[in-house]
């Protein structure tokens, strides 16, 4: 199975920006589509941003224009950089292949809170 470590989460005011980075064990993270999902307390998970293997990008309606989502096939990382972030940007962020597989664990996540 790959691990799945994220980080570069924090405290950030509105308006602000944060780089997220996710960083995947093994050697298979080249072949697989990859997301940046985020939770609330009282949300489901969702898909924020994608990226394809072969580096196509889509992005939820409420991210467009404000995150971009990219990929370092070598160095087995996946990246969410987050500008003009607002208040309900706040989560905890997750990154896995999407659709998500059960070879792939989750992480502990990163937290990202947006509060002035």
């Known amino acids: 199975q790959v691990q799945l470590v994220e980080s570069g989460g924090g405290l950030v005011q509105p308006g602000g920006s944060l780089r997220l980075s996710c960083v995947a064990s093994g050697d298979i993270f080249g072949v697989f589509a990859m997301g940046w999902y985020r939770q609330t307390p009282t949300n489901e998970r969702e898909l924020v941003a994608a990226?394809?293997?072969?580096?196509?990008?889509a992005y939820a309606e409420s991210v467009k224009g404000r995150f971009t989502i990219s990929r370092d096939n070598a160095k087995k990382r996946v990246y969410l950089q987050m500008n003009n972030l607002k208040p309900e940007d706040t989560a905890v962020y997750y990154c896995?292949?999407?659709?998500?597989?059960?070879?792939?664990?989750w992480g502990q996540g990163t937290q990202v809170t947006v509060s002035s």
């Open positions: 896995n292949t999407n659709p998500p597989t059960s070879f792939f664990l």
């Open positions: 990226i394809g293997n072969g580096g196509s990008t």
